[in-house]
Nanobody, 123 residues
Framework: QVQLVESGGGLVQAGGSLRLSCAAS????????MGWFRQAPGKEREFVAA???????YYADSVKGRFTISRDNAKNTVYLQMNSLKPEDTAVYYC?????????????????WGQGTQVTVSS
């Protein structure tokens, strides 16, 4: 069983930055596919970024060049650095983990989820 706890959300003005953290327990973050998703009110949950087992990273087109996923193996934590935030980035952000070795963009493929952290970007 994997437990994920997100932190770091908040209210920020457009153009600002936030860093989200996802602390994992039960598995090391380097041994499992880790991803970030987000869900805005009235919208479906969507993929944001992910780390594969080989260390490759994937990003949604809407966040490329602005968001960076990283991990600290010693702290067993994955981060999402979000720069140049826009009002359309407002959502609840979720950390997720996928047990299998194949990367997917699709949220139903992920096995474990954190509780989510709210990010609000004001214009």
């Amino acid at each position: 069983q994997v437990q994920l706890v997100e932190s770091g959300g908040g209210l920020v003005q457009a153009g600002g930055s936030l860093r989200l953290s996802c602390a994992a327990s039960g598995r090391t973050v380097s041994s499992i596919i880790m991803g970030w998703f987000r869900q805005a009110p009235g919208k479906e949950r969507e993929f944001v970024a992910a780390f594969t087992l080989s260390g490759n990273t994937y990003y949604a087109d809407s966040v490329k060049g602005r968001f960076t996923i990283s991990r600290d193996n010693a702290k067993n934590t994955v981060y999402l650095q979000m720069n140049s935030l826009k009002p359309e980035d407002t959502a609840v952000y979720y950390c997720a983990a996928l047990r299998g070795g194949i990367f997917y963009y699709s949220s139903p493929k992920y096995d474990y989820w954190g509780q989510g952290t709210q990010v609000t970007v004001s214009s």
